[in-house]
């Protein structure tokens, strides 16, 4: 038995090496054995089962030297034919040198393998990755709809249940290989990348090809990922941090831009307007968060305007129907015995509270409003002894109300209670049951 002068491998004396095909064993066993070990003890040797060649191409890929990696992939091709795997790695040498073209063959020829075992293995856990790759070149042929078509299946195909939990165990393997537990923290993360880098790619296609609905329809749906379509394993708890996966589709669609030299397309954003104040709120951020009160004034923000234009419609809308209520007796009525219900009847209890004493000032105000808009009315009416009734009673609440409330709150309270006097002494002197006493 001897060793092959090229490759190492173990051979017949005097036949072909059939690794290489570059000599014949001749070289006797311990001279090549130390040459082995010097090759093993080396810093620049790596370890694959797919022959010296794609080690090579992968050790100049990972340098940057992408045609020698190319070169490396091509004496692979020639002796071995074509593998999925060896394609692969030069068609992401060939895009990093803008090749689009033959990146986009190469991916191709990664799609239509032989159908062998390992190749049909290979291409099921690579799928995504060479899908994605071809989209890439599309881009860089200006071909938009073929990149926008091969985003689209690659991520049906990570959203499939089988793909996804084949990926998560995947890298979780590889981390946990590894024994450090930073490391398998951060291997964990990976996995919603994968969707992230993708749904990036998408949006730049659409924004490129002048879709801009379609690309911020695109980000919502990828922003809000949720374990029922994406089920991952139980440990992995990323997919309820909107705002974190949103910022890796930022960070990947910017990447890619600066990639393509595409600098004038902008990341897509819907914005959303309060309906209360018309506040500007960012719709992915404000999801994310959790929180469904708009920032500016708190207001329970159940549902919402998807243009600026829309909330300004509905203030209109809202203002010339308050006009027109405004006008009418039987509405301002009932407003005043809503605010007298807030004043005397809920409030009181709590006017010990500073917050309460505030509010109630705010309803004896709007309340003098609603008054003297009434008074306009012209609604007179005979007066009766329910309303002396009901007057002296709302008096005396009024009166305990001023007295439990600081000073500063109790400007537009005397206001209400001397003009409530002044009305029951009207309504006792038209009715005659005041009592006059004269002193001689």
Not at 255 to 263: A, E, Y
Not at 294 to 317: A, G, I, R, W
């Amino acid at each position: 038995m001897a060793n092959c002068p090229k490759c190492g491998s173990f051979v017949r004396e005097g036949e072909e090496c059939r690794f290489c095909n570059g000599g014949y064993g001749s070289h006797p066993k311990d001279e090549i054995s130390v040459k082995i070990d010097n090759l093993l003890n080396s810093n620049n040797y790596q370890s694959s089962s797919n022959g010296n060649q794609y080690a090579k191409a992968e050790d100049c890929f990972n340098k940057r030297e992408y045609e020698a990696a190319i070169n490396y992939c091509d004496d692979y091709t020639y002796y071995y034919g074509n593998k999925s795997q060896v394609l692969f790695l030069k068609a992401k040498a060939l895009f990093e040198l803008k090749k689009y073209d033959e990146t986009r063959e190469c991916c191709d020829l990664c799609i239509n393998h032989d159908g062998s075992f390992h190749e049909e293995r290979y291409y099921k856990d690579h799928a995504h990755e060479i899908l994605e790759l071809k989209g890439d070149s599309f881009i860089g042929l200006n071909n938009d709809i073929g990149a926008i078509n091969c985003y689209n299946s690659a991520l049906k195909i990570v959203k499939s249940p089988d793909k996804w939990m084949t990926i998560s165990r995947g890298h979780m393997l590889q981390a946990e290989a590894q024994a450090h537990e930073r490391v398998v923290k951060k291997e964990k993360t990976k996995v919603y990348k994968i969707v992230a880098s993708l749904a990036a790619s998408k949006i730049l296609a659409l924004q490129h090809s002048g879709k801009t609905k379609e690309a911020t329809d695109c980000l919502i749906e990828y922003s809000f990922i949720k374990e029922s379509d994406y089920p991952v394993e139980s440990h992995d708890r990323y997919s309820s941090d909107t705002v974190k996966i949103y910022s890796d589709i930022d960070t990947f669609f910017k990447r890619k831009r600066m990639k393509f030299n595409l600098h004038n397309l902008e990341f897509p954003i819907k914005y959303i307007y309060c309906k209360n104040c018309g506040n500007k709120i960012n719709y992915v951020i404000f999801r994310g968060t959790k929180h469904y009160s708009c920032p500016k004034c708190n207001h329970l923000m159940v549902s919402y305007f998807n243009s600026y234009d829309d909330y300004k419609n509905f203030k209109e809308q809202q203002r010339i129907k308050k006009e027109k209520q405004e006008r009418d007796p039987k509405h301002l009525k009932s407003e005043i015995k809503f605010c007298k219900k807030k004043i005397l009847s809920d409030y009181i209890v709590f006017l010990r509270f500073e917050h309460y004493q505030r509010k109630s000032d705010e309803k004896f105000k709007e309340l003098l409003r609603l008054e003297d808009l009434l008074e306009k009315c012209n609604t007179e009416t005979k007066p009766t002894k329910e309303d002396q009734k009901n007057y002296k009673k709302e008096i005396r609440r009024i009166k305990y109300c001023l007295s439990r409330m600081d000073e500063k709150y109790t400007a537009n309270g005397k206001i209400v209670l001397e003009k409530y006097q002044k009305r029951l002494d009207e309504i006792e002197k038209k009715l005659g049951n005041r009592r006059r006493i004269n002193i001689f």
